[in-house]
T-cell receptor
Framework: AQSVSQHNHHVILSEAASLELGCNYS??????LFWYVQYPGQHLQLLLK??????LVKGIKGFEAEFIKSKFSFNLRKPSVQWSDTAEYFC????????????FGTGTRLQVTL | GAGVSQSPRYKVAKRGQDVALRCDPI?????LFWYQQALGQGPEFLTY????????KSGLPSDRFFAERPEGSVSTLKIQRTQQEDSAVYLC?????????????FGDGTRLSIL
């Protein structure tokens, strides 16, 4: 069975600090990987995705993630966070091919202080 | 353009009542998913439609849960004889093609509270 593990449940950073959120997955096959963000009071939005090619993926708002196949990891990074990045971040995986369900991690709540 | 629309946003029901949750996907989107999100958890898959066909219902927790998408657009998730453990946010997502690498676009969800 596929699973996703997010190591950090709650992260507090000051503005301009660097961010790295961990994500490890377990899946027996070729995968697609996603990071979604949920800002307070809003719906889940796609930050970035990886399905093939360059393992370093750039997304919106300066976020990036690196797929390391040997480590089954897809960590999210941002060099300098802003107060507006305060949100909940979810890593998700599905199997490559036809449309399939996403398996999500439990999420990481990021709080950025001024 | 319009996103995924879910109604109602909030639903309070007494234990034992039946509820129906509606999802209006993005126009033209082939794939539609339902997820359940408990407090402090990530969304968990319930069921998947490709057009009007329900191709995967492996995540439905019991036979009290039923979903349909009769004309391949609007979908309804019905929960019969609700129980307290059904309290959660129910999310609907749609994607444009029947490909797993297509991003799923989520609605705001319906927050269901069972008293």
């Amino acid at each position: 069975a596929q699973s996703v593990s997010q190591h950090n449940h709650h992260v507090i950073l000051s503005e301009a600090a660097s961010l790295e959120l961990g994500c490890n997955y377990s899946y027996g096959g070729t995968v697609n990987l996603f990071w979604y963000v949920q800002y307070p009071g809003q719906h889940l939005q796609l930050l970035l995705k990886y399905f093939s090619g360059d393992p370093l993926v750039k997304g919106i708002k300066g976020f990036e993630a690196e797929f390391i196949k040997s480590k089954f990891s897809f960590n999210l990074r941002k060099p300098s966070v802003q107060w507006s990045d305060t949100a909940e971040y979810f890593c998700a995986v599905n199997g490559a091919g036809t449309a399939s369900k996403l398996t999500f991690g439990t999420g990481t709540r990021l709080q950025v202080t001024l | 353009g319009a996103g995924v629309s879910q109604s109602p946003r909030y639903k309070v029901a007494k234990r034992g009542q039946d509820v129906a949750l509606r999802c209006d996907p993005i126009s033209g989107h082939v794939s539609l998913f339902w997820y359940q999100q408990a407090l402090g958890q990530g969304p968990e898959f319930l069921t998947y439609f490709q057009n009007e066909a329900q191709l995967d219902k492996s995540g439905l927790p019991s036979d009290r849960f039923f979903a349909e998408r009769p004309e391949g657009s609007v979908s309804t998730l019905k929960i019969q004889r609700t129980q307290q453990e059904d309290s959660a946010v129910y999310l609907c997502a749609s994607s444009s093609r029947d490909k797993s690498n297509q991003p799923q676009h989520f609605g705001d969800g319906t927050r269901l509270s069972i008293l």
